[in-house]
T-cell receptor
Framework: NAGVTQTPKFRILKIGQSMTLQCAQD?????MYWYRQDPGMGLKLIYY???????DKGEVPNGYNVSRSTTEDFPLRLELAAPSQTSVYFC???FGPGASYTDTQYFGPGTRLTVL | AQSVAQPEDQVNVAEGNPLTVKCTYS??????LFWYVQYPNRGLQFLLK??????LVKGSYGFEAEFNKSQTSFHLKKPSALVSDSALYFC?????????FGTGTSLTVIP
């Protein structure tokens, strides 16, 4: 199993450009998450999905969109990039909510995005 | 509002000494609490979690954490630190399908 994969690893955008961060998992997990990590701020949840076709907002969804057409993929879309979106983005997945006795979240390696 | 706090940005400990990384929480209902570790340029890795039951939870790599309801704390501990334990540690709480992460504590184990 590859686990959770993210592409690209690094990206530099100009203000106003758009891009899609890709996330895929091969563990047949139902739940998938997008987080951003800013220095000294921990991780903030952007969006999450509990299954194909179902998504919901997290703490910081503004400026982002997601879709979940398959169990495996959960892309994150930035429509009009702003400097405030400079961050490291992590995708994660879990079979269930990640809070049961036997379940946990698995994280991808991250995408480092800079908006200039 | 749900929140998890890690009061120390940086913890330094000598190799072989016991280590403690502190976490306090404010999560409604019965708290589900977690510890994750992050190595440079890597995603977070699960260490351990508290759901219910025994207040002392044992996890990966010899780490353990003690849930204290009266002090709303979930401190991470290890009896004897290794240089390889040097990393960024995150505490997290879970409620309503969402995880709430602390700001992280950078642990340095000095040889």
């Amino acid at each position: 199993n590859a686990g959770v994969t993210q592409t690209p690893k690094f990206r530099i955008l100009k203000i106003g450009q758009s891009m899609t961060l890709q996330c895929a998992q091969d563990m047949n997990h139902n739940y998938m998450y997008w987080y951003r990590q800013d220095p000294g701020m921990g991780l903030k949840l952007i969006y999450y999905s509990v299954g194909a076709g179902i998504t919901d907002k997290g703490e910081v969804p503004n400026g982002y969109n997601v879709s979940r057409s398959t169990t495996e993929d959960f892309p994150l879309r930035l429509e009009l990039a702003a400097p405030s979106q400079t961050s490291v983005y992590f995708c994660a997945s879990s079979f269930g909510p990640g809070a049961s006795y036997t379940d946990t979240q698995y994280f991808g390696p991250g995408t480092r995005l800079t908006v200039l | 509002a749900q929140s998890v706090a890690q009061p120390e940005d940086q913890v330094n400990v000598a190799e072989g000494n016991p280590l403690t990384v502190k976490c306090t929480y404010s999560v409604s209902g019965n708290p589900y609490l977690f510890w994750y570790v992050q190595y440079p340029n890597r995603g977070l890795q699960f260490l351990l979690k508290y759901i219910t039951g025994d207040n002392l939870v044992k996890g990966s790599y010899g780490f353990e954490a003690e849930f204290n309801k009266s002090q709303t704390s979930f401190h991470l501990k290890k009896p004897s630190a290794l240089v390889s334990d040097s990393a960024l540690y995150f505490c997290a709480g879970y409620t309503g399908n969402q995880f709430y992460f602390g700001t992280g504590t950078s642990l340095t184990v000095i040889p």
